[in-house]
């Protein structure tokens, strides 16, 4: 049965942590072995949305293992796709999911997929529908590259946190809301606690308003994932009291779901907390004055972090971008190489 990557949700702990031993002994040998594992492999990565690491890695990824990767950016070099069954297609788009899924399926061995919500309606966006299609109708593996989750990023950040902590279990983890001048995806939020929970922290949700809290699909899985590991999942609005003792601060800025498609109205809430940046004077209150931090990039600077904090030997921003290139590699091995 083929076996589909599109959320962490479905992977046990056991499974994430042996994908991150491999990674880390592809990230050794590196330079060192010449990889084979996806020799005479192709990969579809389909993008509906822009990209700087998710496409260098991945592209970089795929060669580095011996296979080849063919980027297609449908409604620029390839056909614009309707997703939704049952359609008139009298619009836009040229040629439906079904068709698309099964013929990438019959050229490659894995379609990877990029496809942020459309931001207007929450209910629409959290069915995830675009790639939920493209794994109806393929007949390959399809891997999630960021919807409204982003668990490649997970799996990197969980290496990079490994590398640096040792143990993740019983650390405590910060995912904070920062500010931004525009409203964004909740899919690296989503994801951050996702793998905090599922790898031993306790978490807290640090953000500006009950509105900020997530889905409670994501909320309700952490807390699930955090007890079996006899933690907790805790919700704050008080900075000062989050950052308190934290070994981790994780930063991203993302919209409040009940104002998708109504973004002037929550303009207000969000110009009011611009003092959620990620500065020196909260990071002095993480444990010892010496939590990491981090982010998943692209990153505003001096919006969502300080240059200070950034720049300090604290910061985990271009250890954890590197490692999407490792954790991939394992998850691309896994899924299709021919060492499983």
Same mark, same amino acid.
Request: hydrophobic share 40%.
């Given at each position: 049965?083929?076996?589909?990557?599109?959320?962490?949700?479905?992977?046990?702990?056991?499974?994430?942590?042996?994908?991150?031993?491999?990674?880390?002994?592809?990230?050794?040998?590196?330079?060192?072995?010449?990889?084979?594992?996806?020799?005479?492999?192709?990969?579809?990565?389909?993008?509906?949305?822009?990209?700087?690491?998710?496409?260098?890695?991945?592209?970089?990824?795929?060669?580095?293992?011996?296979?080849?990767?063919?980027?297609?950016?449908?409604?620029?070099?390839?056909?614009?796709?309707?997703?939704?069954?049952?359609?008139?297609?009298?619009?836009?788009?040229?040629?439906?999911?079904?068709?698309?899924?099964?013929?990438?399926?019959?050229?490659?061995?894995?379609?990877?997929?990029?496809?942020?919500?459309?931001?207007?309606?929450?209910?629409?966006?959290?069915?995830?529908?675009?790639?939920?299609?493209?794994?109806?109708?393929?007949?390959?593996?399809?891997?999630?590259?960021?919807?409204?989750?982003?668990?490649?990023?997970?799996?990197?950040?969980?290496?990079?946190?490994?590398?640096?902590?040792?143990?993740?279990?019983?650390?405590?983890?910060? #995912?904070?809301?920062?500010?931004?001048? =525009?409203?964004?995806?909740?899919?690296?939020?989503?994801?951050? +606690? @996702?793998?905090? %929970? &599922?790898?031993?922290?306790?978490?807290?949700?640090?953000?500006?308003?009950?509105?900020?809290?997530?889905?409670?699909?994501?909320?309700?899985?952490?807390?699930?994932?955090?007890?079996?590991?006899?933690?907790?999942?805790?919700?704050?609005?008080?900075?000062?009291?989050?950052?308190?003792?934290?070994?981790?601060?994780?930063?991203?800025?993302?919209?409040?779901?009940?104002?998708?498609?109504?973004?002037?109205?929550?303009?207000?809430?969000?110009?009011?907390?611009?003092?959620?940046?990620?500065?020196?004077?909260?990071?002095?209150?993480?444990?010892?004055?010496?939590?990491?931090?981090?982010?998943?990039?692209?990153?505003?600077?001096?919006?969502?972090?300080?240059?200070?904090?950034?720049?300090?030997?604290?910061?985990? #921003?271009?250890?954890?971008?590197?490692? =999407?290139?490792?954790?991939?590699?394992?998850?691309?091995?896994? +899924? @299709?190489?021919? %060492? &499983?």
């Amino acid at each position: 049965m083929t076996r589909h990557f599109l959320s962490t949700l479905d992977w046990s702990r056991a499974e994430i942590e042996a994908l991150l031993a491999d990674a880390s002994e592809l990230k050794a040998t590196r330079r060192a072995v010449r990889r084979n594992d996806l020799a005479g492999k192709s990969v579809a990565l389909v993008f509906f949305n822009p990209s700087l690491r998710t496409r260098s890695s991945f592209e970089i990824g795929v060669f580095e293992m011996g296979g080849h990767a063919v980027v297609l950016e449908p409604g620029k070099g390839a056909w614009p796709i309707e997703y939704r069954d049952g359609v008139v297609m009298d619009g836009e788009a040229e040629e439906h999911v079904e068709e698309v899924a099964r013929v990438l399926s019959r050229y490659c061995d894995l379609i990877a997929v990029r496809a942020f919500p459309k931001f207007q309606r929450w209910e629409d966006d959290r069915e995830d529908a675009v790639i939920q299609a493209f794994a109806k109708y393929a007949t390959v593996p399809v891997l999630n590259m960021e919807t409204i989750t982003h668990p490649c990023q997970e799996l990197a950040l969980a290496l990079t946190l490994r590398e640096r902590l040792g143990t993740t279990d019983g650390k405590k983890l910060v #995912v904070t809301w920062t500010y931004h001048p =525009r409203p964004l995806n909740t899919a690296v939020a989503n994801s951050a +606690l @996702i793998i905090a %929970a &599922k790898m031993g922290f306790d978490v807290t949700l640090l953000c500006p308003t009950p509105e900020y809290v997530l889905d409670a699909r994501y909320m309700d899985a952490a807390r699930t994932f955090a007890k079996e590991n006899g933690r907790s999942v805790t919700v704050s609005h008080d900075v000062d009291a989050a950052y308190r003792d934290a070994h981790v601060v994780y930063a991203k800025s993302w919209g409040a779901l009940p104002y998708f498609g109504r973004w002037d109205e929550e303009k207000p809430i969000r110009d009011a907390h611009k003092h959620f940046i990620v500065d020196e004077r909260k990071m002095a209150l993480t444990l010892e004055g010496n939590g990491l931090f981090s982010h998943c990039l692209p990153m505003r600077r001096n919006v969502k972090a300080t240059d200070a904090v950034v720049r300090s030997p604290s910061s985990l #921003v271009i250890d954890e971008a590197e490692n =999407r290139l490792h954790v991939q590699k394992a998850l691309l091995r896994r +899924l @299709i190489g021919d %060492a &499983k």
